[in-house]
């Protein structure tokens, strides 16, 4: 079974700081992606970045960037320039294939981020 | 605008009654799944469908139920049987996008219901 660890229960940033969130995974399938969602109090699940595992280059979406080790395994979130709306949990996420080509999402315990002004 | 839209936004339940929670889409997505959130946690698989007329256990099954008569319509039961059924419900669509890249693939998520047993 794949295993998603985000090892930071919480985080305290300044603004305008950047930001790095941990996220480390283990699988056994050579295909796989690699997700990041925030989850604002409101409880939405907002996408941030997708990666795939045969992609050549480290996905970035505006300031936020994803810094793929695939050696190690880990799958950092980097926030450049934070603001104080980036205050949230978010979650490292991956997918998981199932039985007759179905897939699901495997979640990480989330760290909650807290931007102080 | 397509989307997830679930129904209602609080539930409150109380003890021994089964209650059920809406998901609709219209993105016209044949995979569809219910995932369960406990207070500072990541989310756990109830149930998913990947068409229309079946749907397969997901990792905490046990007290819920399903059903998926429409493409479009994914509801989900949480019975008497489910001991603490109080958290926070995300329904969610997949999709593979191509486009994207080798096995690239999108999720959708609704805003969520968050039920409560009183």
């Known amino acids: 079974a794949q295993k998603i660890t985000q090892t930071q229960p919480g985080m305290f940033v300044q603004e305008k700081e950047a930001v790095t969130l941990d996220c480390t995974y283990d699988t056994s399938d050579p295909s796989y992606g690699l997700f990041w969602y925030k989850q604002p109090s409101s409880g939405e699940m907002i996408f941030l970045i997708y990666?795939?595992?045969?992609?050549?280059q480290n996905a970035t979406e505006g300031r936020y960037s994803l810094n793929f080790q695939k050696a190690r395994k880990s799958a950092n979130l980097v926030i450049s320039a934070s603001q104080l709306g980036d205050s949230a949990m978010y979650f490292c996420?991956?997918?998981?294939?199932?039985?007759?080509?179905?897939?699901?999402?495997?979640f990480g315990q989330g760290t909650r981020l807290t931007i102080n002004p | 605008d397509g989307g997830i839209t679930q129904s209602p936004k609080y539930l409150f339940r109380k003890e021994g009654q089964n209650v059920t929670l809406s998901c609709e889409q219209n993105?016209?997505?044949?995979?569809m799944y219910w995932y369960r959130q406990d207070p500072g946690q990541g989310l756990r698989l109830i149930y998913y469908s990947q068409i229309v007329n079946d749907f397969q256990k997901g990792d905490i099954a046990e007290g819920y139920s399903v059903s998926r008569e429409k493409k479009e319509s994914f509801p989900l039961t949480v019975t008497s049987a489910q001991k603490n059924p109080t958290a926070f419900y995300l329904c969610a669509s997949m999709v593979r996008d191509r486009a994207k890249g080798r096995g690239a693939t999108e999720a959708f998520f609704g805003q969520g219901t968050r039920l409560t047993v009183v």
């Open positions: 993105l016209n997505h044949d995979a």
């Open positions: 990666q795939g595992s045969y992609d050549q």
């Open positions: 996420a991956m997918r998981e294939l199932l039985i007759q080509g179905a897939q699901k999402l495997v």
